[in-house]
């Protein structure tokens, strides 16, 4: 198991694809977590002052800013994840890899292991880059940053965890759907697209609304107890633990999936 441990390390560190796609995480958190982050703390200078800002508590104001790389960067581990997989099937290396490792179990395991350093320096990189830009935002609208406040750094911790835990759902994803390009399209169109409008559609129907705490982007944000679609009425979150494990229950389901449509057969 070391062996191939150390092997899928290697090849994560061998290539630019991890930090390039790291400074692509920086340059889109920054971006999003500035422009939404001065919407939150501006709300109610921009509709007049005839509103209700979009959090009228400040610290939820500051736990949602400092949310918001969970609630959108999500999709940069999840990709890492994703292709640790995919790209051993996009340049045939998969052959090579179950050749030197005939153990699939151990192949597949050594992905999930392998990815989580990484994916702890993207949770690091893009949870301290969506904290410098939002307490920025709150000096400049001249709101506490609450960057003293335990229950804000205990948000932060989780939110860097379950970053952690999406680039894990990523690589059960890949495994499940090996054609890179698809995975890609599928992932961005699912997180950036489809989701966000399912839960505020669910939002509006009253029997769904439960089934919206249970979407993936949603546990993942209840992790860190604070969520920037819940402040605009789209639906409550789980509690953390609940958050957790229903995201990590994704992870297990997709590796599953990839483990008996994928590794259990012949790959040619």
């Known amino acids: 198991m070391s062996a191939a441990l150390t092997s899928e390390i290697r090849k994560l560190r061998s290539t630019r694809l991890w930090w390039?796609?790291?400074?692509?995480?920086?340059?889109?958190i920054a971006f999003l977590s500035g422009s939404l982050a001065f919407s939150i703390a501006f709300?109610?200078?921009?509709?007049?002052?005839?509103t209700q800002p979009v959090a009228t508590d400040p610290l939820t104001t500051a736990l949602t800013?400092?949310?918001?790389?969970?609630?959108?960067?999500?999709?940069?581990?999840?990709?890492l994840g994703a292709l640790v997989v995919t790209a051993e099937f996009r340049h045939r290396t998969i052959d090579t890899t179950v050749l030197l490792e005939p153990s699939r179990a151990r192949v597949i395991a050594s992905k999930f292991i392998a990815v989580i350093p990484f994916a702890a320096v993207y949770a690091v990189v893009g949870i301290a880059t969506g904290i410098?830009?939002?307490?920025?935002v709150l000096a400049i609208a001249g709101e506490p940053t609450f960057l003293d406040d335990g229950e804000v750094w205990r948000s932060i911790g989780l939110g860097i965890a379950a970053m952690i835990v999406w680039a894990l759902v990523?690589?059960?994803?890949?495994?499940?759907?090996?054609?890179?390009?698809?995975?890609?399209v599928v992932l961005l169109g699912w997180t950036q697209l489809v989701e966000p409008i399912l839960r505020v559609a669910i939002a509006f129907i009253e029997p769904l609304?439960?089934?919206g705490r249970f979407l993936p982007g949603a546990a993942g944000e209840a992790m860190t107890g604070a969520s920037f679609y819940s402040t605009l009425g789209a639906g409550d979150l789980l509690s953390a633990g609940a958050g957790f494990a229903v995201l990590l229950g994704y992870a297990v389901a997709a590796g599953a999936i990839g483990w008996l449509v994928t590794f259990r057969r012949d790959i040619a």
């Open 20 to 28: 390039v796609l790291l400074l692509c995480q920086l340059g889109g």
């Open 43 to 50: 709300a109610d200078e921009f509709a007049g002052g005839d």
């Open 65 to 79: 800013i400092y949310s918001l790389p969970v609630s959108f960067g999500y999709v940069f581990p999840v990709i």
């Open 132 to 136: 410098a830009v939002g307490a920025g």
């Open 170 to 184: 990523g690589v059960g994803f890949g495994s499940a759907l090996t054609n890179q390009v698809v995975v890609i």
């Open 209 to 211: 609304q439960p089934v």
